[in-house]
């Protein structure tokens, strides 16, 4: 009898196939997360090796699926990078728009965890340094601003994983971590140190889906 079962799971796989190419290629969902920053600017001596300059980050994404478990995705991302001085209490805060492009790799049933690494381009909005440092023997206030200071753009590469827990038919949950790796000197200074951006940051957020889940 149990022969009489392999035309039977046979059809079964080719409705499973069927329905998967009905359902992809397809812009699938549209996603909004936030979270917090932890920064750093390596390779440069004027910044603290240890010290991480804590800020936000806002992401607007959306995914083009293959697959089940195969996408390309995009987001635009308004996120604070920066470092900390070495020596006095003063922070290097900057603002980029950031436009991470990756591959993403699903795995599993509910909830669903997933694995993300691609490329980013960004341009930096502002940057501007605060704290208070040691002038004379007394704590002078520092509000610059000091844009001048770096290129105006960034590119480096980045990864994130994560998890998707479905909340109902057409939306998602979803906490991610996600790391960048700057590859541009971000400063325009002479030959020597090559200062570089990197960070890592967590989010949670919303995914809504457009097309079929």
Do not use: C
């Amino acid at each position: 009898m149990g022969w009489k079962l392999i035309p039977v799971t046979l059809l079964l796989y080719m409705l499973q196939l069927n329905v998967e190419a009905q359902k992809h290629p397809q812009l699938r969902y549209l996603g909004v997360d936030a979270g917090f920053n932890m920064a750093g600017i390596r390779s440069a001596s004027q910044y603290d090796r240890h010290k991480k300059n804590f800020g936000a980050n806002v992401n607007f994404s959306a995914n083009y699926s293959f697959s089940d478990s195969k996408s390309v995705g995009a987001s635009l991302s308004l996120e604070q990078k920066g470092a900390t001085d070495p020596v006095y209490d003063l922070k290097t805060n900057m603002n980029y728009a950031s436009l991470p492009v990756y591959l993403k790799l699903v795995t599993g049933k509910e909830p669903r965890f997933f694995f993300t690494g691609g490329l980013y381009a960004g341009w930096l909005i502002n940057a501007k340094i605060r704290g208070e440092q040691l002038q004379d023997g007394k704590l002078v206030g520092v509000n610059e601003n000091v844009s001048g200071d770096f290129r105006s753009f960034d590119y480096g590469l980045v990864a994130s994983t994560g998890m998707m827990v479905r909340l109902y038919d057409d939306f998602d949950f979803i906490f991610s971590i996600r790391g960048s790796s700057g590859l541009l000197r971000i400063t325009d200074h002479p030959p020597g140190p090559r200062p570089q951006n990197y960070s890592i940051n967590v989010s949670i957020g919303y995914i809504y889906y457009i097309g079929f889940r």
